[in-house]
Each structure stands twice: as C-alpha cells, then as structure tokens.
C-alpha cells in the first residue's frame, strides 16, 4: 500500500538518531568516502511496507575520479535517509549534485500511477500538531499508533520529473503533507552532472503558505515501483549551508 509507504517514509525520520551540529548539520559525503564501500555513517536505507524490491545504492568513481552514489531502480523502491535537527530559518539552504542516465518515461507527477521519479531530494520538517487541525492530528496519532512515531508534519520533494514543467509544485499523489517541485523534467538534460541549490524556508512559505517547522531530516530516492521501469540516477554530496548573503 503506497499510502502506508507515505506513513512510514515520514516516520522513518523521527526513528533514526539525528545528526546534530550547534550551527549547521554536515550531511555526510559521498566525496570522502571509498568506491566500493559503506556508505558513510549517518545515512540509513530507507524501506516501505509491501515494497519487496529494493533501489540498488552503490558507492562507485565517477569520471572525474570523485566518488558519487550510484542509483538503479528496477520495478523498485528504496531509499537513504540522514536525520538533521536544523531550525529552518531564512538564509538556510539545501544544495546538491546529481545526473540521470535512464529515466522514467511514464512518470506523471500528478497521479499515484505515475508517482516515480529518476531522482529526488526529500526534506522532512518535525511535527508541530498545534498547527494542525483536529482531524489532521487525529490522522498523525493514527499513524503513531500505527508505527510507534509521529510522523514529520510535512515534506518537500524535489524531482526530476518526466513530463512536467520546471517549477510546477503540487501535492504528492499520496500524501497531502507533502509537496513536490520539479526541479528538472523531460530528456533534454540527461547525462549531465547538474548542480542546485534550493531556499528550504521559501521553498516552504510558498508550498503551504505557513513558517516552516524545523527540519528533521534530508533523504534521496530513485524509484520505479509504480511505473514497472528502470531509472539509473548518480548523487553527488548533498549539503545544507548558510547563504553568503546573510553575513554568518
């Protein structure tokens, strides 16, 4: 059931230990790590209820002799999660590398059939049930009961997806707290290393209208369950950092 992958992808969050820094969590790098090995500590795999295929995640030497992660999704679904506890205030922001090699053709962000994506970035924000309404808190103590953990009260999810424009930003097909931004879409980029960089706060305001709660936790995913594809994807070091133009 995708509805309680939603559940649990969110809740994963709050079940891992958190990476904590006074100033700003280093996400661990794929770049210091050795092709071939564990992934660094801090990152945790990712799994679904019901989802018996996993994405295969790799540490491998890219052209350029850096290490990156590699991604490949077969009829699949999987992912890694590092867990953060950031207050998600102005001048926050969330930058990353990644390239497609094969993508998802059949993807349509909007429909649950279509709910599958090369490449994305998730940032998890902590759960605040005071801004949630009766029957919203109702539904977090429901997964609670269910998976032992409240929930992140809301996501973002950046994504390669297959058709949409860039900058499109709906709900995700399955679960209502979170928003999905397409950051690139369609062919015309692929097999190229890309480089982005996100205000996490804006990003915020802009897709529930609301100050963001803090931020629990970043993850990455290239899945293909919903489609039947396959999708190859390569990360490079993803990164939260403070905007030169704040002075800090």
Known sequence: MRLARAAAALVAFALTP??????????????????????PAGWTPLTFPHIARHTSYALVRGA?????????????????????DLPAH??????????VERPIERGDVTR???????????????????????LERARFELVRLWL??????????????????V???????????????????????LGRWLDYERDIAADYRAAFGEEPPPVAGVALMTDADDTGERALAYYGDVVLRRAASTGR
């Open 90 to 99: 102005d001048g926050i922001r969330l930058g990353w590398r990644w390239k």
């Open 112 to 134: 649950k059939a279509g709910d599958d994506y090369a490449a994305r970035i998730y940032v998890a924000f902590r759960y605040t049930p005071e801004r949630l309404s009766v």
């Open 167 to 189: 900058g499109t930003v709906v709900p995700n097909a399955y679960e209502r707290r979170v928003r999905m931004i397409v950051v690139e879409s369609g062919s015309a980029r």
């Open 148 to 165: 032992g953990e409240y929930p992140p009260h809301a996501g973002l999810n950046y994504i390669w997806d297959a058709r949409a424009p």
């Open 64 to 84: 350029d002799g850096g290490v990156v992660l590699r991604a490949e999704a077969d009829a699949s679904a999987s992912g890694l999660m590092a867990k953060v």
């Open 18 to 39: 958190a990476i904590l820094a006074q100033d700003i969590p280093a996400i661990p790098p794929f770049s210091t790590a050795a092709a071939g090995g564990p992934l």
